[in-house]
């Protein structure tokens, strides 16, 4: 019999408009949607395909409230994609790519809520910033099931603004194998440390 394939796809079509699924090969309907880039275990694959929730980032309430209007006046348009829309900069674009300063802190470029510090920036040559960890508290995860695969969207705690994706599990030779992928739009960098000691109420090490 030729036709599996094409049943499943027909299954899958059907099942957008009624509450009919496919009985018995999630995993072929699986492998016809893309495999994100990275590996991650236990991805819900039918929950993504079937799902009807979305990223719930934007019902979230921060701090700061601004509404677009705002913002507008205060990014320019690549930031405001980046930050308001959640878009992505193009790999190895960004001016802090390569950036790699001894002390310092990474600020939101949106509200200027002090994110990273100097050291939790490593080298994964992903092509974007990338960092271990963050300063407590800076950064809230999301799941974001956009583009067929689930990830985790990192946003600004303060004031939301879209900042990128944490990745699990890589193998990077870092302290929390973990690696935040952040787009340099959403980002400024501050060489004066104490920033972080009058935003966060970190005590400075
Ligand atoms: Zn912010």
Known sequence: MRFGPFLSTLLHTFSN???IRAPSSPTRIAALRPLPLRSMSG???LGALFGSS???STKMSYPDQ???SEWRAVLNKEQFR????KGTEPPGSGKFDKHSPEE???TCAGCHAPLYK???KFKSGCGWPAYFDSIPGAVTRHEDRTLGMTRI???CSNCGGHLGHVFKGEGYATPTDERHCVNSVSLNFSIDDKVVDIGSKESKV
């Open 54 to 56: 979305s990223s719930n």
């Open 104 to 106: 310092g802190v990474y």
């Open 153 to 155: 969207e990192i946003v």
């Open 43 to 45: 991805i819900p694959f």
């Open 118 to 120: 100097a050291n939790h």
């Open 17 to 19: 408009f009624t509450r």
């Open 66 to 68: 601004r509404p677009d």
């Open 82 to 85: 980046v930050l308001r829309e």
